[in-house]
């Protein structure tokens, strides 16, 4: 809901300050980017009964098993994002033509946006199995600060700041997740990737 509200706030804010023409771009770019936001929500859909029971059970076993795929997916999630991003001009002209001028850039920070949006998805699960609001919480301080900074953005450097800032809030927003799903449910990301704790 967070990431379609923001989407509402730009396209609201380009038909605004900037023009047609612009929220064609801006469109185009987000809907090319969109698929790592449908990476993360596949995967969700897939292990979501397995991420319930495990946090359920608080099996640690099974919380080390899930931990290593949200690894796994934020590397895949990188990867991608890092892929799109460096093929964006050649994706935008064999897509779109040459009608969209500031497309290259725009696809480039919407799919570093996308990137975060989709590797928060762990953590989005742990909080709703923990029923904690304050998801919601984050998802409106991150929309708010969107619409603020987006539109400083917008008015002052152009479209291409605008989905900047969009990039920034989606990382905010995945920083402010981890950091909350850690405290409510914490999940051994440490032992994951091989650091043992050191007993005193």
């Known amino acids: 809901m967070s990431a379609w509200s923001r989407t509402g706030i730009d396209r609201l804010l380009l038909s605004a300050f900037a023009g047609g023409a612009l929220i064609g771009s801006y469109a185009a770019a987000f809907q090319i980017s969109l698929v790592l936001f449908t990476?993360?929500?596949?995967?969700r859909t897939a292990w979501e009964p397995r991420m319930l029971r495990a946090l359920a059970d608080h099996d640690p076993a099974s919380l080390l098993q899930l931990t290593r795929l949200f690894l796994l997916l934020w590397l895949i999630?990188?990867?991608?994002?890092?892929?799109?991003?460096?093929a964006?001009?050649?994706?935008?002209?064999l897509m779109?033509?040459?009608?969209?001028?500031d497309s290259p850039q725009l696809l480039y920070w919407a799919v570093i946006g996308q990137a975060f949006l989709a590797m928060k998805v762990a953590d989005v699960q742990v909080m709703h199995a923990r029923r904690t609001a304050i998801l919601g919480w984050i998802s409106l301080l991150t929309t708010?600060?969107?619409l603020v900074l987006g539109y400083l953005a917008l008015r002052h450097w152009g479209v291409v700041a605008l989905v900047q800032v969009s990039a920034l809030t989606f990382l905010l927003g995945f920083m402010l997740t981890q950091l909350a799903g850690q405290i409510c449910a914490p999940l051994p990301y440490g032992?994951?990737?091989?650091?043992?704790?050191c007993r005193s």
Not at 88 to 93: D, F, K, L, Q, V
Not at 96 to 101: A, H, I, K, R
């Open 144 to 146: 708010l600060l969107h």
């Open 191 to 197: 032992a994951a990737v091989g650091i043992r704790r």
């Open 96 to 101: 779109l033509g040459s009608d969209y001028p």
């Open 39 to 43: 990476l993360g929500r596949i995967f």
């Open 77 to 86: 999630v990188a990867a991608l994002a890092c892929a799109v991003a460096v």
């Open 88 to 93: 964006a001009e050649p994706i935008c002209r």
